[in-house]
């Protein structure tokens, strides 16, 4: 393991029908947004476990008991958790804090970003491991699909207008009104909207 003092906190939906990818719904269908969610999760185990590049934590909804979940972990070197909270923020900031009573530092991300690459998230992880004390890369919508940080920082995660446009520039206020030093790579897309999609399917020609 190259970097045993770190983790990569994978939140991810069960691809339960009607519950995944729900802004996509009405332009792809329930099927097609469900086959997504599962070809994302799998996409993104399969590139963190390619590596040795540190531990990797699979944050589950709606649980860690899921059917769904419990063969991820036979297939992949994970280990499952249970999402706790009752909104996103409150759900990373569980998970953040859990992961940092081990580890020094964790990277958090999410299922929905394809571009987000095993090298973009070893470099965070070299940045985290050198003392950067926060590191973010912002999504091109507004938010971000990447947060990492050595400290579990509650006010990033507090009155966040969650899956809007404004997350990214919210997040940036608080850290500087906080006095917390970050910094930013270079943004990618994530996967909102039918554009997205179709750029998705491009992408897997």
């Not at 958090?108 to 890369?137: C, F, N, R, S, Y």
């Not at 500087?176 to 179709?198: H, M, P, S, T």
């Amino acid at each position: 393991m190259l970097y045993r003092d770190g983790v990569v906190l994978l939140f991810a939906k069960a691809p339960v029908e009607g519950k995944v990818n729900t802004r996509l719904i009405p332009d792809i269908g329930v099927q097609a947004a469900t086959e997504l969610q599962h070809d994302l999760i799998h996409d993104r185990l399969s590139m963190l476990s390619g590596t040795s590049l540190c531990d990797v934590r699979l944050m589950c909804s709606p649980d860690h008991e899921s059917e769904y979940f419990v063969s991820c972990g036979k297939r992949y070197p994970i280990t499952l958790f249970s999402q706790k909270g009752e909104n996103l923020g409150e759900r990373m900031y569980c998970g953040i804090s859990d992961a940092l009573q081990k580890y020094d530092y964790c990277i958090v991300i999410g299922t929905d970003a394809p571009t987000l690459g095993i090298d973009l998230i070893g470099l965070v992880m070299q940045k985290l491991h050198a003392g950067k004390e926060v590191v973010i890369v912002p999504a091109e919508d507004g938010g971000y699909v990447l947060i990492a940080m050595r400290q579990a920082y509650d006010f990033l995660f507090d009155d966040i207008h969650w899956g809007s446009e404004v997350v990214m520039q919210q997040t940036r206020d608080k850290l500087n009104e906080k006095g917390v030093l970050f910094e930013e790579l270079a943004a990618c897309w994530d996967i909102d909207r039918l554009e997205d999609y179709q750029r998705y399917l491009a992408l897997k020609i």
